[in-house]
């Protein structure tokens, strides 16, 4: 069997798994704003949504790139899979229960799962083909995540999000009549159905996944089995993409986790108009952008193009943060094209020419996720702190964009450290 052939039904089946952490990542800007409502939180309360999520990354990562060390890519998957699947069952009590604690459990679980799924899957791609095509395939494949990317805020947007907004009076008046729980209660149900297709297809995946063969990928060449330990940060490159990567996932969560409070904020847009065109218009071109960054890096290396998206967000977020009516809105709108081959471009150069440590590595940089649940907390803060001010929270993710720039100009170069 030839090596295309060996290694093309593994890449379907993994591929596909890119699909539910865009799920997870990409309903929470749907959930923010439905919880918000449901669960009367605050700004900064709301963002701990993010926060549950993102870390579990942070405490997830390094177990999950032991584990798969020791164990391999396929229980790796398996286990992730059971880990996802459990979280999203448990939305099912904690909607009955309308616990907003109990939320964030049910979204840590999901995105324990969802961390081992990641930890696995972006290396075990890269390790399906010829290393100088690495970043290329990286990309393919999350161009499904950018599928995912804007189905999820769509079906999130239409499944759970009422179209219901009352004021604060209206709510008080609501409480003393004494059907404020009722409202509440019907508004958390929503979630119930969503998460329960999710799950079933979680244990279809399970089942696929247990009866395929799965390769893993290839040998180091030197036959020299690494520990797992801190010592892969010794490689610049690996240390400097985990800070990259850091500041753009903090980036990409607090670009679309509030933009749907951005739009209410910017021109009074209704939460299912501000969800549908998030999911229609900015995550489409999140998924465009997946696809025709993989057909540039043909032409351009990955850290160049990398670099002039990460100057484009910038100008664009400049003008969401500063400008006024739609012009704000359609430039934040514009972020995501750009962001689309952030992850996967700043992956690859941070595992390049690691050998058998890509598995080590890899962990270590889907650790540095983390990030995504530091930003957002710092935009709720500003909103709350400005009265409801979010559009000026946008200078946080523009800063990050900047960090990206520097990585891409001078911390990508693959420097010959000797092996240990």
């Known amino acids: 069997m030839s090596k295309s052939n060996k290694y093309l039904l593994p890449f379907i089946l993994v591929t596909s798994l890119f699909f539910l952490w865009a799920f997870l990542h990409n309903t929470n800007p749907i959930l923010i704003p439905h919880l918000k409502k449901a669960c009367q939180l605050s700004d900064t309360q709301s963002a701990f949504i993010d926060t549950s999520v993102y870390v579990a990354y942070f405490m997830i990562a390094l177990p999950a790139g032991w584990f798969m060390h020791k164990y391999g890519y396929k229980k790796g998957i398996l286990f992730g899979l059971l880990l996802y699947g459990t979280g999203t069952l448990l939305f099912l009590p904690a909607a ?81 009549a004494g059907t404020l729980d009722v409202y509440l209660h019907a508004e958390a149900a929503t979630v119930k159905t969503p998460y329960l297709v999710i799950a079933a297809v979680v244990l279809v995946l399970m089942a696929l996944f247990f009866v395929t063969k799965l390769p893993e990928g290839e040998k180091n060449n030197e036959g020299t089995i690494h520990s797992f330990s801190f010592n892969v940060l010794r490689y610049p490159h690996v240390k400097w993409a985990v800070i990259a990567q850091f500041f753009y996932v903090g980036a990409q969560v607090c670009v679309g986790s509030f933009f749907i409070r951005f739009s209410k904020y910017v021109v009074n847009m209704p939460e ?113 702190a400005t009265h409801g001010n979010i559009q000026l929270g946008y200078l946080v993710p523009l800063i990050c964009f900047v960090a990206v720039a520097l990585y891409a100009w001078k911390g990508h170069p693959v420097k010959e450290i000797n092996k240990v």
Not at 147 to 173: K, N, R, Y
Not at 362 to 368: E, K, Q, R
């Open 96 to 176: 009955s229960s309308l616990h907003y604690s109990f939320f964030l459990l049910a979204l840590f679980i999901m995105a324990s799962g969802a961390t081992f799924l990641e930890t696995v899957a972006n290396p075990y791609i890269t390790k399906l083909g010829e290393e100088k095509t690495a970043a290329q395939r990286l990309n393919f494949a999350q161009s499904f995540n950018g599928v995912g990317a804007f189905i999820a805020p769509i079906i999130g947007g239409q499944l759970i999000l009422s179209g219901v907004e009352h004021t604060p009076a209206e709510l008080q008046q609501m409480k003393l």
């Open 272 to 384: 299912k108009d501000a969800a549908f065109k998030w999911g229609s218009i900015a995550m489409v071109g999140f998924m465009v952008g997946r696809f025709t960054g993989t057909f540039f890096m043909k032409y351009i290396k990955p850290e160049k193009l990398l670099g002039l998206y990460a100057v484009i967000n910038i100008v664009l977020l400049s003008v969401a943060t500063f400008a006024h009516n739609y012009i704000a809105v359609y430039a934040l709108m514009g972020v995501p094209f750009f962001m689309s081959i952030m992850f996967p471009t700043i992956f690859a150069l941070g595992i390049k020419g690691l050998g058998e440590e890509t598995k080590i590595a890899s962990s270590f940089i889907v650790m540095s996720i983390v990030g995504g649940a530091l930003f957002p907390l710092l935009i709720g803060r500003i909103s709350d």
